[in-house]
């Protein structure tokens, strides 16, 4: 069933609205002319579906900690209709045959788009480019290449990648980290590490990398995307190449909204993340950004491990933490609870801002004639996280047990209904 | 108190109490090798996933003058080599029934996995964990301290401390410079400034780059071990500019107050951080440091296990229902 | 609660066991008097003092701590340690007087003869007590007794030393009169 009216439901102002689907695509009241099924979104607000654009999804090579089907499942129960599959896999998503694989994958299970994130070089090693245009070319249409889980070092790799995007307007996501800096680094530089006796992981390992690939970004005319910013120094860099027009843009995640290096008192690896929780302060500052446009999406990087993976000491743990079913949520206390933001401005950034980014066509808004993608959000109930509840094939979240505002009820993927959490199960009725 | 993993467990009380009873188990040591009762029936495992012979043969010593029961457990060659987790070595040991588990690990943290998690149900004491730390090293230093420069008695305020050496990736220096401002004295950390971490600054104590500027006025000077790799990490361009700026020497050595002492944990680097004229000196205390370990470690054990442990609460709450 | 010794009876007590230790042991050369803490130890001391107003010689005087040794040490937190000390001679062969205040189910004693038992070879070991109030649960007895005091078991007899307790009494408490 793919032809809804959907009644009652509030838009991001408040406003009642109503919204015509028919055959999958959003349409004027006065064409809704199929057969169609009837929603009563009373107390629900409508907003497009939500588009990440820095999700691990580990297939292939990983599927014991998450699948294409188990992340698109927990990508929906999160208000998601498209996630961008980071291309760290084994194998690498180096090639076209990798990509259009994952590609497929994400169509054949029809919950949400999966968009694959093609590597920068080959293996991810930072030393030869790999092919670019034949990702951009293939099935996946392949726009957006990052090497993440390792940063693009080599400066002089990293300025034949920026120029060679342009042959299609693609764009470089840089995994900030300079490698020398951040051996064995093990959690953010700074007072609480000096404590813990933990590796320090200091800012300027981020920083100095984002400061570089922003001139170099300049200097070849080409466009940059920081993945994951985290950290106040970070934020200042980017507004200020922005303002003198380089073309760079900018993410951030949910849990750097929220979480800080303090929580790694507990030793508890669960808050163990590349790049690390950072202080209070950087939090501000990246809340701060976030509002004022200088950072220009949230993505999430969803990072699913298995049990073993984090149940052990620190240094031995994985780095990440799953992000897909409580992002809206997390950015909601952060931003809109936090009176930093309104919800309209936040669903901008976690929808409308990174389909404009990644040109996701599909998503973002619903104007007349886009296919229907959209959620219907509950921002006046709350929800407890239970981590064996999460659809996410990995349990490792750092809000386990934690009350939450904002409920996701129904999620729509052209049209059809593909997370339902009242009547959970029937996916795709 | 259930578990030591960190000086930040204990009050300044626990601390003094930990002393007081070491200076009683010390004296009553003092002649003869006697045995206590005390810990009859109780398990006491040593759990060491790196190499260290003194420790580890002070903490048995320790266990088996208090009549416990010690099973040492190493992890060359046993089933953690084989790729063993640390969690299922600690479920195969809880198995065994330990009352205490002493662990020694390079993981920053993993005592406090152990006993967050309840993966071990007994007291958990951290005999030093990768760069965090090692509680009882400190206690012993203390309790040395306390012995040379205030009769065994009260706190050690007034005093001035001098760590010198890798604070950087010393778990020592980070529990003595917790322990010892706990116990009301001033503590000088000398090194170069790629062996202090950055955010040393919040630990309250003095900070220079300058052993002989310093040294004068110091009741104790305690070396650190430095690792002849660090060079390796850059951390100090050779032996011999270590040895000379931060060496404590013979000159150094007179230099020093007439009362004061020249401490180490050991094991040393004779000739890099300290001559051996600084380790054999008249002000030296590092072999009755020791000797003190086993006191300390007693103390500890007996405070932990000794009375009345959860274990056995939650024992006595079954036999009455 | 009521008061069963005062500070003069207590006097005369601690004399009278005085001369009964010097009459059992034949003089004090041979003794040593090692007091139980708290208590015990002053009482050991004022028998001390007692002794050598008779005998116009000192007797050697000491201290056994006796937590190690307890047998109830797992029904509840650690107790702190007290000192032990012994006089320089040691006790091979000679006559240990322990001293207490209050002999009730024996197991004090019972803890201080094992004590004993690893500092060294006592001759004979003799027990001195102010008050002896019964119930006893192992089969020990006192050589040198001030008092005894038929109690009931959930009665408690508090002894004061003025040293510690600022007066010298004997009490009884929940005795319902």
């Keep these: 069933m793919n032809s809804w009216l959907i009644k009652n439901a509030r838009d991001l102002q408040g406003e009642k609205v109503e919204l015509m689907i028919s055959d999958g695509k959003v349409v004027a009241k006065n064409d809704l002319d199929q057969p169609y099924s009837e929603l009563d979104a009373q107390g ?66 029809g919950l949400c788009d999966v968009f694959p994130i093609g590597a920068v070089t080959v293996g991810q090693e930072g030393e030869q480019l790999a092919e670019l245009v034949a990702m951009n070319q293939s099935e996946a249409r392949v726009r957006i290449f990052s090497d993440d889980g390792h940063c693009v070092a080599d400066p002089l790799v990293m300025r034949r990648a920026l120029e060679y995007v342009k042959l299609f307007d693609g764009v470089v996501a840089q995994h900030a980290q300079d490698p020398r800096l951040t051996e064995n680094a093990q959690m953010n530089e700074g007072e609480v590490s000096a404590r813990l006796g933990l590796k320090g992981w200091p800012a300027v390992a981020e920083e100095a990398i984002i400061a570089r690939d922003i001139l170099l970004a300049e200097h070849v005319d080409s466009k940059l995307h920081i993945c994951h910013l985290t950290t106040a120094g970070g934020v200042e860099l980017v507004r200020q190449a922005k303002l003198r027009g380089v073309k760079v843009t900018a993410e951030v995640t949910p849990h750097h909204l929220l979480l800080t290096d303090e929580l790694a008192a507990t030793y508890d690896a669960t808050y163990k993340v590349n790049p690390p929780l950072r202080t209070e302060n950087d939090v ?79 998503h973002g808004n619903l104007a007349v004639g886009m296919p229907a993608n959209f959620v219907l959000v509950d921002l006046d109930k709350s929800w407890k996280v239970d981590a064996q509840a999460l659809k996410s094939k990995s349990k490792n979240t750092p809000y386990d047990g934690m009350e939450l505002p904002a409920v996701v009820e129904k999620t729509f993927h052209n049209g059809v209904l593909v997370y339902d959490r009242v009547n959970q199960g029937r996916e795709g009725v | 108190m259930r578990d030591l993993l960190s000086i930040n467990d204990l009050t300044k009380d626990d601390a003094l109490e930990i002393l007081d009873t070491a200076v009683q188990l010390a004296a009553l040591s003092d002649s003869t090798n006697r045995k206590f009762p005390t810990l009859r029936g109780r398990t006491v495992v040593n759990l060491f996933f790196e190499d260290s012979t003194r420790t580890r043969i002070s903490f048995e010593a320790a266990a088996k003058r208090l009549s416990a029961d010690v099973i040492n457990f190493s992890a060359k060659g046993s089933s953690v080599s084989k790729g063993e987790s640390l969690k299922d070595t600690a479920l195969t040991l809880q198995a065994m029934g330990a009352d205490a588990v002493i662990i020694r690990h390079a993981s920053s943290g993993a005592p406090a996995q152990l006993a967050r998690k309840r993966w071990i149900d007994g007291a958990v004491i951290n005999a030093g964990d990768g760069t965090h730390e090692h509680p009882t090293q400190a206690l012993l230093d203390a309790f040395t301290i306390r012995r040379h420069l205030k009769q065994d008695q009260g706190d050690l305020a007034g005093l001035k401390i001098a760590i010198v050496g890798d604070v950087l990736h010393s778990r020592v220096a980070r529990s003595n410079v917790l322990l010892l401002q706990k116990l009301g004295a001033k503590v000088v950390l000398v090194a170069p400034p790629t062996l202090l971490p950055v955010g040393v600054e919040h630990w309250g104590a003095q900070i220079s780059f300058s ?71 008249k002000r030296s205390v590092i072999v009755e440091q020791v000797a003190n370990g086993v006191s300390v470690r007693m103390a500890v054990l007996y405070l932990l296990i000794g009375g009345a442990t959860s274990r056995d609460l939650t024992a006595q709450m079954g036999e009455q229902s | 609660m009521s008061v069963v010794l005062n500070a ?68 509840r937190a650690p107790r702190p340690l007290t000192p032990t000390q012994l006089p320089k001679t040691g006790i091979d062969a000679k006559h240990v007087v322990l001293v207490d205040d209050v002999f009730f189910s024996g197991r004090t004693v019972r803890a201080a003869l094992d004590a004993l038992n690893e500092l060294g070879r006592p001759k004979t070991v003799q027990l001195a007590v102010l008050i002896d109030r019964g119930h006893r649960e192992l089969p020990i007895r006192a050589d040198f007794v001030g008092k005894n005091i038929p109690t009931a078991k959930t009665e408690s007899v508090k002894v004061n030393l003025s040293e510690i307790d600022g007066v010298d009494e004997v009490k009884i408490e929940g005795r319902s009169m």
């Design chain 1, 44 to 109: 629900l607000t409508l907003m497009p579906g939500l588009v990440d654009l820095h999700t691990h999804l580990r297939e292939p090579g990983r599927e014991d900690a998450e699948t294409v089907l188990s992340a698109s499942r927990a990508a929906v129960a999160g208000g998601y209709t498209a996630v961008s599959a980071m291309p760290n896999t084994l194998p690498v998503a180096d090639t076209a045959g990798v990509v259009e694989q994952v590609y497929r994958l994400g169509q054949s299970h």
């Design chain 1, 284 to 362: 501000q500052a990246l809340r701060r950004g976030l509002a004022d446009g200088t950072i220009d999406i949230v993505a999430t990087d969803h990072a699913p491990h298995p049990q073993e993976a984090k149940d052990c000491e620190w240094s031995a743990a994985a780095f990440g933490m799953l992000g897909l079913e409580t992002a809206f949520s997390i950015c909601y206390l952060a931003m809109v609870k936090s009176g930093l933001m309104s919800v309209a401005e936040l669903s901008l950034r976690m929808s409308g801002a990174p389909a404009k980014l990644a040109r996701y066509k599909d």
């Design chain 2, 211 to 281: 052993i002989d500027q310093v040294i004068a006025e110091c009741d104790a000077v305690m070396m650190l071990r430095v690792q002849k790799e660090r060079m390796e990490d850059l951390f100090f361009p050779s032996e011999r500019e270590y040895a000379r700026n931060f060496g404590l020497n013979a000159a150094r050595i007179t230099g020093m107050k007439e009362s004061a002492i020249v401490m180490h944990p050991g094991p040393m680097n004779r000739g890099l951080e300290i001559t051996a004229e600084g380790a054999d000196s």
């Design chain 3, 8 to 75: 003069a009876e207590i006097s005369r007590a601690l004399r009278r066991i005085a001369h009964e230790i010097l009459e059992k042991n034949h003089g004090s050369s041979e003794v040593i008097l090692l007091g139980i803490p708290t208590r015990g130890v002053v009482i050991a001391q004022r028998l001390a003092q007692e002794i050598l107003a008779i005998e116009k010689a000192e007797v050697a005087l000491g201290t056994l701590d006796i937590t190690m040794f307890r047998d109830d040490l797992r029904m």
